[in-house]
T-cell receptor, first 112, second 116 residues
Framework: SQQGEEDPQALSIQEGENATMNCSYK?????LQWYRQNSGRGLVHLIL?????REKHSGRLRVTLDTSKKSSSLLITASRAADTASYFC????????????FGGGTRLMVKP | EAQVTQNPRYLITVTGKKLTVTCSQN?????MSWYRQDPGLGLRQIYY???????DKGDVPEGYKVSRKEKRNFPLILESPSPNQTSLYFC???????????????FGAGSRLTVL
C-alpha cells in the first residue's frame, strides 16, 4: 500500500533553479526518507529525517518535516542536469517487517 | 565495495517456466527485502526477511516464493510465472532497526523481467 504521495508527479526546471518536491503520508511515522532513482536503476538513499526533527540539510538538499500536517518536502538548490532522476519519499512507521512504504515518486528533469 | 547484487539483470521468459532471481549482499545486513516497481503503482514489497530462516509476506506476495538459508543471499522464486509478473524487481538490504535505529535500504541495480 502506498503511504506517501509525492507532488508534483513531474517537474521540469532549468539548471541553476531550485526544485521542490512534496510528500504527504497518512499514518504516524518514526522517520521519513528520500531516495533517488536514475532511470531504470536501483534507488539510492539521500537523507533521513526523524519524527522529532523539523529540518535537515545535506549538501544541496534540504528536507523539512511537518508531522502535524503529515507532510515533508525535499528542496534541491542550484540544480544540475545530473540531478535529473525520480525522487521517492519513504515512510518508516515502525510497522511489522521493518517495511518502508514508498510513494509514487516525482520525476525531475533539469534542463542544461 | 558494499553492494547488493542481483542476477539476472534482464530476462525474457515464457508463462509457466520456473525462474529464480538471485540476490546477494556483502554488508552483513540482517534485513533483506524484494520489491517490484510498476508504472503508476510505485514500489511494492513482495517478501522480506528479518534474519536467516525468517521470511514473511509483504504487500504483494502472490505467485512468489523466497528463502533465506544464508545471511547474504535472498533469492526470489517464480514457480510458474505469468504475464502480470512482468515488472522491474529490486532486492534491498539493511541493518535491522535494532542495530541502526532506522531502516535505511541499500538497493540492487534491478532485474527487468518480461513474461510472455
Amino acid at each position: 500500500s502506498q503511504q506517501g504521495e509525492e507532488d508534483p508527479q513531474a517537474l521540469s526546471i532549468q539548471e541553476g533553479e531550485n526544485a521542490t518536491m512534496n510528500c504527504s503520508y497518512k499514518t504516524s511515522i518514526n522517520n521519513l526518507q528520500w531516495y533517488r532513482q536514475n532511470s531504470g536503476r536501483g534507488l539510492v538513499h539521500l537523507i533521513l529525517i526523524r519524527s522529532n526533527e523539523r529540518e535537515k540539510h545535506s549538501g544541496r538538499l534540504r528536507v523539512t518535516l511537518d508531522t502535524s500536517k503529515k507532510s515533508s518536502s525535499l528542496l534541491i538548490t542550484a540544480s544540475r542536469a545530473a540531478d535529473t532522476a525520480s525522487y521517492f519519499c519513504a515512510t518508516d512507521g515502525n510497522n511489522a517487517g521493518n517495511m518502508l512504504t514508498f510513494g509514487g515518486g516525482t520525476r525531475l528533469m533539469v534542463k542544461p | 565495495e558494499a553492494q547488493v547484487t542481483q542476477n539476472p539483470r534482464y530476462l525474457i521468459t515464457v508463462t509457466g517456466k520456473k525462474l529464480t532471481v538471485t540476490c546477494s549482499q556483502n554488508m552483513n545486513h540482517e534485513y533483506m527485502s524484494w520489491y517490484r516497481q510498476d508504472p503508476g503503482l510505485g514500489l511494492r514489497q513482495i517478501y522480506y526477511s528479518m534474519n536467516v530462516e525468517v521470511t514473511d509476506k509483504g504487500d504483494v506476495p502472490e505467485g512468489y516464493k523466497v528463502s533465506r538459508k544464508e545471511k547474504r543471499n535472498f533469492p526470489l522464486i517464480l514457480e510458474s510465472p505469468s504475464p502480470n509478473q512482468t515488472s522491474l524487481y529490486f532486492c534491498a538490504s539493511s541493518l535491522s532497526r535494532e542495530q541502526s535505529g532506522a531502516n535505511v535500504l541499500t538497493f540492487g541495480a534491478g532485474s527487468r523481467l518480461t513474461v510472455l
